[in-house]
C-alpha cells in the first residue's frame, strides 16, 4: 500500500501514469481481441451475415411494392384460369385496380371458355405457354376472347423494373439535343423507339424496309422504282 503522503510530486505523477498507461494496454489487447478475429472463419463470418441481409431486404422491398402485386395478381389470374385453379382472389383484386376497363362477368365467362379449350403438353403452365397459346388463335377467336385478350395484352406490357424508362429519359438527351428543339412530337417518338430498341433495328433489312416505303403509293414508286440488293453496295 502506497503512502502518498511520504511521496513526492514526481513520484505520485509518474505513478499516475504509471496506471494510466496499463490501463491503456489492457483496454488495447480487450479492443484487438474483439476487433482483429483469430480465424479467417470468424473474419468472414459477420460479412457473410450483412450481405446476407442486405439481400433479404432488397428482395423484400423489390416484391412488396404495389405495382407488382398488379402484375402478380394479372399473371396468376391467367395461369390459374387455364390451370382450373380457383381465381376469384385475383380476379377482385384486378377489379380493383382497373375498375371501369374490364367487364368483369364477361371477363369470367370468357376465362371458364379459356379454361376449356386451353390444352398443353407441359405439367406446369407457364406464362410463355399461354402466349403461343393465343398465337396460334385466329383473329375471330381471338375477338371470341377479347377481354381475356386485354388483360393479357396488359400483362405484357406492365414493365416489371423501371430500367426501360430510365434508359428512355437517358436517350432522350441525347436524341432531342438543343440543335433538334423543333423536331415534331411524333418524329420525336419513332426516333426515340429506333434509339432504344437498336439491337431490332439493326436487324432490319434496309432494301426490304425501302421497298415497303416506296410501295406505299403509285408516286413514290413511279419515283424510285425498286431497290435491290446491288444498290447498297453503290452506295458503299
Known amino acids: 500500500m502506497l503512502n502518498f503522503q511520504t511521496m513526492s510530486p514526481v513520484d505520485i505523477f509518474h505513478h499516475q501514469v504509471y496506471h ?29 451475415f450483412e450481405a446476407l441481409d442486405l439481400i433479404t431486404t432488397s428482395i423484400t422491398d423489390r416484391f412488396n411494392r404495389p405495382g407488382y402485386n398488379v402484375f402478380h395478381n394479372v399473371q396468376n389470374l391467367i395461369l390459374k384460369a387455364v390451370q382450373g385453379l380457383d381465381y376469384e382472389a385475383e380476379l377482385k383484386c384486378v377489379a380493383n385496380f382497373y375498375t371501369t376497363d374490364f367487364n368483369y362477368e364477361l371477363l369470367r365467362t370468357q ?48 414493365p416489371a423494373t423501371n430500367a426501360v424508362s430510365e434508359r428512355s429519359f437517358s436517350a432522350l438527351r441525347r436524341v432531342k439535343t438543343y ?22 433495328t439493326d436487324d432490319l433489312s434496309l432494301i426490304e424496309s425501302a421497298n415497303r416505303f416506296i410501295h406505299g403509293s ?14 447498297i453496295k453503290k452506295c458503299d
Open 20 to 48: 494510466v498507461v496499463v490501463k491503456l494496454l489492457e483496454d488495447s489487447k480487450e479492443m484487438a481481441e474483439s476487433v482483429f478475429p483469430e480465424t479467417p472463419e470468424d473474419y468472414y463470418r459477420p460479412i457473410y
Open 111 to 158: 376465362l371458364e371458355i379459356l379454361r376449356a379449350n386451353f390444352t398443353s403438353n407441359q405439367t406446369s403452365v407457364k406464362i410463355t405457354d399461354v402466349t403461343e397459346f393465343f398465337k396460334a388463335m385466329t383473329p375471330v377467336q381471338r375477338e371470341l376472347l377479347s377481354e381475356v385478350c386485354q388483360s393479357f395484352q396488359l400483362l405484357l406490357v406492365i
Open 179 to 200: 440543335l433538334r428543339l423543333t423536331m415534331a412530337q411524333d418524329r420525336l417518338n419513332h426516333i426515340m423507339t429506333l434509339h432504344i430498341h437498336r439491337g431490332l
Open 218 to 231: 403509285d408516286l413514290t414508286e413511279q419515283i424510285f422504282g425498286k431497290f435491290l440488293a446491288t444498290d
